[in-house]
């Protein structure tokens, strides 16, 4: 089945380290996002990407990193600089406006 | 530049009941509209999409949505809800063409009570 893969889905880091969060997609999107969710503040780009070796800042993309080496690979860098990096991470691939989301990844910074 | 809101960020009801969730937009082109769903701890799915044509969309679950212009709207409603119904519901806007960045609202949380 195509989709998205996000792994894993629950992390835990120490305060002060990076930490790499993957995104794969085998549907064949040019491309991809990454979002922030925090409760009731609904969803905040981060990055997108709309093509291999390519990508733009969101709202939000300070203290993050990306890199868009593959079509099918859009791993996402939360780094010490983050401030509040704890939050629920969600990658998508699009289509034509349709995004298509991934499971997510639950981020707890200690 | 486009924006969403959702002017209810919970909305109770019974089961059985109808429901309508309220989706507001602005936008300074033609736009695509979305509905996705999400359950806790998941990511987000697709309920129903507006492109063009007919402005009364029907999606999954029975749910549909009407696209009105002149309001700048796209309401989500269901008949009668069931417990399952029970979610988080974001509505979407994108700009036709173009780079498709979409603006998503800040969500209606669905509390279906039995």
């Known amino acids: 089945d195509g989709g998205i893969t996000q792994s894993p889905k629950y992390l835990f880091r120490k305060e002060g380290q990076n930490v790499t969060l993957s995104c794969e997609q085998n549907?064949?999107?040019?491309?991809m996002y990454w979002y922030r969710q925090d409760p009731g503040q609904g969803l905040r780009l981060i990055y997108y990407?709309?093509?291999?070796?390519?990508?733009q800042k969101g709202d939000i993309a300070e203290g993050y990193s990306v890199s868009r080496e593959k079509k099918e690979s859009f791993p996402l860098t939360v780094t010490s600089a983050q401030k509040n990096p704890t939050a629920f991470y969600l990658c998508?691939?699009?289509?034509?406006?349709?995004?298509?989301f991934g499971p997510g990844t639950r981020l707890t910074v200690l | 530049a486009q924006s969403v809101t959702q002017l209810d960020s919970q909305v109770p009801v019974f089961e059985e009941a109808p429901v309508e969730l309220r989706c507001n937009y602005s936008?300074?082109?033609?736009?695509?509209l979305f509905w996705y769903v999400q359950y806790p701890n998941q990511g987000l799915q697709l309920l129903l999409k507006?492109?063009?044509?007919?402005?009364l969309v029907k999606g999954i679950n029975g749910f549909e949505a009407e696209f009105n212009k002149s309001q700048t709207s796209f309401h989500l409603r269901k008949p009668s809800v069931h417990i399952s119904d029970t979610a988080e519901y974001f509505c979407?806007?994108?700009?036709?063409?173009?780079?498709?960045?979409?603006?998503f609202g800040r969500g209606t949380s669905l509390i279906v009570h039995p």
């Open positions: 990407s709309q093509i291999v070796n390519d990508f």
């Open positions: 998508a691939s699009s289509r034509a406006g349709e995004q298509f």
């Open positions: 507006y492109l063009s044509g007919s402005t």
């Open positions: 549907l064949n999107h040019d491309a």
């Open positions: 979407a806007v994108t700009g036709r063409g173009g780079s498709y960045i979409p603006t």
């Open positions: 936008s300074s082109v033609s736009v695509y």
